[in-house]
């Protein structure tokens, strides 16, 4: 029997990862580890400083008050200790997770500890718009899911998914696009006269670059980007060592 671990970022409660718990049902048995409550943006964050609180909601159903990442590390450590899961799904994330927000979301962090643990993982996000249904997504990470869980993923690897608010015309496979800083920090004045300021107030403006997970959703198609754990530039590296060559450094 196929064992599925479902966690996300917006929270146990959230609409996204029931609709997505149960597209993946039909595939095995789903096991849910989530916050219990928001935490999108928290990135990779691991509680180490207090003690975590582990919730038994339902059959196979726990709440967590910790981030994504500790979803991850309970569900598989302590939920599912008798046998890990095949397969680890984070979502169905309330807005898109595109080109450099990969980085802050916790979404994607959740399916990168899975990565980390050397499991097979999938982010999927809900790109928003008018009228959207979280239906599409979840018939999509049903799909991908099937797909990894018959051949997996390379080690240390992950599939973002970001679907559009209307329904996809298909998938695109995709790398991440660039995005262009508006007003990245509003500063305004608190109700007792203090500047306080706001990250993130400025929408989002996106460079119109072919190939990008942004083109994809744009044009209306879901988009899959295979994101790896391993961030070392190996361009950057080759030069770095080629230039010491020349460097006094003190050895
Ligand atoms: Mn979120």
């Known amino acids: 029997m196929v064992r599925i671990l479902v966690s996300n970022d917006d929270g146990y409660h959230s609409e996204g990862i029931h609709v997505l718990a149960d597209a993946l049902e039909v595939l095995g048995e789903v096991w849910v580890v989530a916050p219990d409550r928001e935490n999108s943006a928290v990135s990779h964050a691991l509680t180490l400083q207090r003690p975590l609180r582990l919730t ?3 059959e196979r159903r726990y709440a967590v008050d910790g981030t994504p990442t500790d979803c991850v590390t309970l569900g598989i450590c302590t939920v599912m200790k008798d046998r890990p899961p095949d397969l680890v799904v984070s979502g169905i994330n309330f807005g898109a997770n595109m080109g450099d927000d990969v980085h802050y979301s916790g979404t994607v962090s959740a399916a990168f500890e899975a ?8 982010a999927v996000s809900q790109v928003l718009g008018e009228h959207f249904s979280f239906v599409p997504a979840a018939h999509m990470a049903r799909h991908l899911a099937l797909r990894v869980l018959a051949r ?3 080690p240390g690897t992950l599939l973002n998914v970001n679907v559009p608010p209307q329904p996809p015309k298909g998938l695109r496979f995709t790398r991440l696009g660039k995005r262009r800083y508006t007003e990245g920090v509003v500063e305004d004045t608190d109700p007792r006269g203090r500047v306080c300021y706001w990250i993130g107030g400025g929408d989002p403006v996106w460079e119109r670059i072919p190939g990008t997970d ?4 744009a044009e209306g198609f879901a988009s899959v980007t295979p994101l790896q754990l391993d961030m070392t530039h190996e361009g950057l590296l080759r030069d770095l060592e080629a230039e010491a060559a020349s460097w006094d450094l003190p050895s």
Not at 115 to 122: D, L, N, R, V
């Open 214 to 217: 942004f083109m994809a959703v």
């Open 152 to 154: 997996g993923l390379p």
């Open 56 to 58: 038994r909601l339902a």
């Open 115 to 122: 990565a980390i643990m050397g499991i097979p993982a999938i």
